[in-house]
């Protein structure tokens, strides 16, 4: 997650739990960053207006005054591909189609330049089945959207680390596991990095040039479903 988007969730996560505190330690472990990080992008939201402030004690924390924000009237783009995707696993129930309506009536009032980078976004899941419900971490999360090469460290399945610098291009999902599609500069090709198995990411400074294109998934068709927000 970004910082800009980080700040619109800590603004969020404030909100849903106000008038009760959140502590910064809570904050940094629901986002993934170290308590000064939470402390920085607090006193960076007080700077620019928002009500929030700081309640002494052991069970106090950080609270913003519900009464003087509003939520946020649009979807990021990747909150878009987020509900796209939870929509997804509603095939085939009675809700399938209002699920798809409501998701489309969210992305038209989107601007358009988020709407294009959904669709991006979008383009860049793949699925083989419903796909898995096992979580990814954060930092490669963040990866295909970023558009940054990433350093990891990587266990074979015999539990032996590698070191590699990886472009990373898609997202593979099937019943049981999130896969990372990235071109390998160890391997010198396309490889699948699961992504329970990536024991720490680097970003580097270095942008993805590569693109993922459709031959290069050695599945078949009719297994693999691309994910669509329409």
């Known amino acids: 997650m970004n910082r800009t988007d980080r700040l619109y969730a800590l603004v969020e996560e ?55 924000t509003l939520p946020p009237v649009n979807l990021t783009p990747a909150e878009a591909v987020a509900m796209a995707l939870a929509l997804h696993r509603l095939g085939g129930t009675p809700f399938a189609a209002a699920a798809g309506a409501a998701l489309r009536k969210l992305v038209a009032v989107m601007p358009a330049a988020d709407v294009a980078e959904a669709h991006r976004l979008a383009g860049r899941v793949h ?60 391997r010198d090709g396309l490889r699948c990095f699961r992504t329970d198995r990536i024991r720490s990411v680097h970003p580097l400074a270095e942008a993805v040039t590569r693109e993922l294109h459709p031959g290069d998934l050695d599945i078949p068709h009719d297994r693999l479903h691309p994910l669509s927000l329409v």
Request: hydrophobic share 45%; glycine share 8%.
């Open 127 to 186: 699925l083989i089945g419903d796909g898995p419900a096992t979580p990814v971490p954060a930092a490669v999360a963040d990866a295909v959207a970023a558009g940054r090469v990433l350093r990891l460290t990587y266990a074979d399945r015999s539990g032996a680390d590698s070191a590699r610098d990886v472009e990373p291009l898609a997202y593979l999902g099937n019943a049981r596991h999130w896969y990372l599609l990235a071109w390998c500069r160890l």
């Open 14 to 68: 404030l909100r849903a739990v106000s008038p009760r505190p959140r502590s910064a330690r809570w904050l940094a472990q629901r986002f993934e960053v170290s308590t000064r990080t939470v402390e920085r992008d607090i006193a960076a939201l007080q700077a620019a207006g928002v009500p929030i402030w700081a309640e002494p004690g052991r069970t106090g924390g950080y609270v913003i005054d519900r009464a003087r």
